[in-house]
């Protein structure tokens, strides 16, 4: 990998990274998911998160530079967040807020809370 925890999609096409089984999520609410990669859209100004939900689903999650990238640069591949989406007017759904975790062995999946 990079220095940084975020690749570029140079980097990306080098190693022969594979993101087609990763969807978008329509559902708001709150997710547990594990960071997979993150990565770099060179023109838009977008983070990519790639992650994978408790529930198995593969996601990609676009976080935009107004949005400070939700914390996501400070984090790691491997590391758990609690991931807010929202419903917009228009009906689209998108990353609201994020909150790292600690994984505890013994809880139960959802529903969370954002302290």
Do not use: C
């Given at each position: 990998?990079?220095?940084?925890?975020?690749?570029g999609c140079d980097e990306m096409r080098e190693r022969n990274i594979d993101t087609s089984c990763?969807?978008?999520n329509r559902d708001p609410g709150i997710h547990k998911a594990v960071i997979d990669l993150m990565a770099e859209a060179r023109k838009v100004g977008?983070?990519?998160?790639?992650?994978t939900f408790s529930d198995g689903r593969k996601i990609i999650a676009p976080v935009y530079r107004w949005q400070k990238d939700l914390g996501f640069?400070?984090?790691?591949?491997?590391?758990?967040?609690l991931i807010e989406y929202e419903r917009l007017d228009d009906g689209r759904v998108?990353?609201?807020?994020?909150?790292?975790?600690k994984d505890d062995p013994g809880e139960e999946d959802g529903p969370y809370e954002i302290p």
């Open positions: 990998m990079s220095k940084s925890n975020v690749i990763y969807g978008y977008t983070l990519r998160v790639f992650l640069r400070q984090r790691q591949p491997g590391d758990t967040v998108f990353p609201k807020s994020a909150e790292s975790v």
